[in-house]
Structure formats: structure tokens, C-alpha cells
């Protein structure tokens, strides 16, 4: 397909316009005009730009690219080399942040719950980034865990009362632990992100109410996996999803 399609394709389904964002969404580096081959991961590293090379990929889409807000903006060390790859080699770079963290069905914190079978009834925070919902059978916070381990391959990090009986839960995807207060607000039982920081263990002691890190890698996955396949399905695109480990 051209890429002008896949670009507006991927702009009116995800709706990047919506958000206040710390990076550019949609096309970040422009490759060649026509798109048949799709390498998707979460995050653009020299690491999986050399396996879009390797495949002969025309297009790369990730959860986190490049050109973040506040960083060094002198294409030097690193950064050169990541950008002198997609050039040398023709290809496009697609990266959707907070769009694909949202997005009803496709995003980030939608597939988490339907992989760990939470049923979702509400938004919360900036933006509304945060979910919040329910389990059809509460389980106490370390049978949670397990499952959690089990369904995103990676051992979370429980912190607070292990055997507090969870039925209403809240998460969001990545580095949202900022947004622990607002859920325990809320009245949940249990709040899942993929990171933590110092103050999140005391908080969760305090309030009782449990939290889990997921890890950041592991809790933002399947949004991009689930965009590929959707792109994979409506465009008869060749895709292919890339799970470089991080243990982060």
C-alpha cells in the first residue's frame, strides 16, 4: 500500500490530534513510498531497526520512537547511527504513544485487560489515560499476581497486602505511577502499571490498597502487536511483531 494510505489509516483510527503528547505521533522518519513489508515492536532501538533491515521491511511501527520532548535534539553518537540506519535503507518509521495506550480496543491498556480477563467500565486521570473495571471473580492481590505472571510472561512486582481480596481494579500501561493516589481515590482494591518508584511502596502500605508493576516492556506489548494484526488483516500487509527482550 502507498504510504500516504497507511498514514492516514493509521491517523483517523488512532486519533492523535486528541492528546497532549511528549512526542510526535504517526510518521516520524520518512522511507520509501510503497509499504509491503511491516516490522512492529515497542520500542524503535538499533536492535529491531536491524531486523526491519534484515527483513527487507519497508515500515517500522512502534509504541515509542524517537524525538521525545526536553532531550538532546543534535542527531550525533546514537541517535545518528539509529537515524542513518532508516535512511540508508529506505524505511519509514510509524510511533503512536499516548494514542495507542488509549485506543478502545487496539491500545495498550484495553489488550491488557482483555489478556488478564478484567472487565473495564470507566476512565480516570489526565487525559483519561487510567482505566478502571472490575473482576468477574475477586481473587485476593497475590492470586492476582500470579496471573498476571502468567498471562504477560514476567513476574510482576507486588507491593501491599498480598491478601487483600480484590474485586474493582484500575491500571494504565507504562510509567504510571504517578497516577496511584488518583486511583486509590477512586476506591479500588488493586492498581496495576508497568513501573514503580520509591514513594509508590509506601503509599501502597498506607492506603492498603495493593499495586502491582507489570514492567514497562511487558504491560505495553500488545497494543502494537494488536495494531499490526489489525493492519495485517485489513490490508493483506505483511507484519510481523518483534518481542526484543527488556527486562524493564
Wanted: aromatic share 8%; hydrophobic share 45%.
Amino acid at each position: 500500500m502507498k504510504r500516504e494510505e497507511l498514514t492516514r489509516y493509521l491517523e483517523d483510527l488512532l486519533e492523535p490530534g486528541r492528546f497532549r503528547d511528549y512526542c510526535p505521533n504517526g510518521l516520524q522518519v520518512e522511507g520509501c513510498p510503497e509499504i509491503r513489508r511491516l516490522i512492529a515492536g515497542v520500542s524503535a532501538s538499533q536492535a529491531l531497526l536491524d531486523v526491519a533491515v534484515e527483513n527487507g521491511a519497508d515500515a517500522i511501527l512502534v509504541h515509542h520512537g524517537w524525538f521525545w520532548r526536553g532531550e538532546d535534539c543534535r542527531v550525533t553518537g546514537i541517535r545518528k547511527t539509529r537515524l542513518q540506519t532508516l535512511l540508508r535503507h529506505d524505511i519509514n518509521l510509524y510511533a503512536f504513544h499516548l494514542p495507542l495506550d488509549s485506543h478502545h480496543a487496539l491500545g495498550n491498556n484495553a489488550q491488557l485487560a482483555q489478556r488478564l480477563d478484567w472487565i473495564a467500565d470507566g476512565r480516570f486521570g489526565e487525559q483519561e489515560l487510567g482505566w478502571l473495571g472490575h473482576l468477574s471473580v475477586p481473587a485476593c492481590a497475590r492470586e492476582i499476581g500470579d496471573r498476571v505472571a502468567l498471562a504477560l510472561q514476567r513476574p510482576p512486582l507486588l507491593l501491599g497486602a498480598g491478601e487483600r481480596p480484590v474485586s474493582r481494579v484500575a491500571w494504565c500501561s507504562g510509567a504510571a505511577q504517578g497516577m496511584f493516589e488518583q486511583a486509590i481515590a477512586l476506591g479500588v482494591d488493586l492498581y496495576l502499571s508497568g513501573e514503580v518508584s520509591e514513594p509508590t511502596a509506601h503509599l501502597a502500605r498506607e492506603s492498603g490498597v495493593a499495586y502491582l508493576a507489570a514492567g514497562h516492556h511487558a504491560s505495553e506489548r500488545y497494543g502494537v502487536m494488536a495494531l499490526a494484526a489489525h493492519l495485517a488483516d485489513r490490508f493483506a500487509l505483511d507484519c510481523q511483531f518483534v518481542d526484543l527482550d527488556n527486562p524493564v
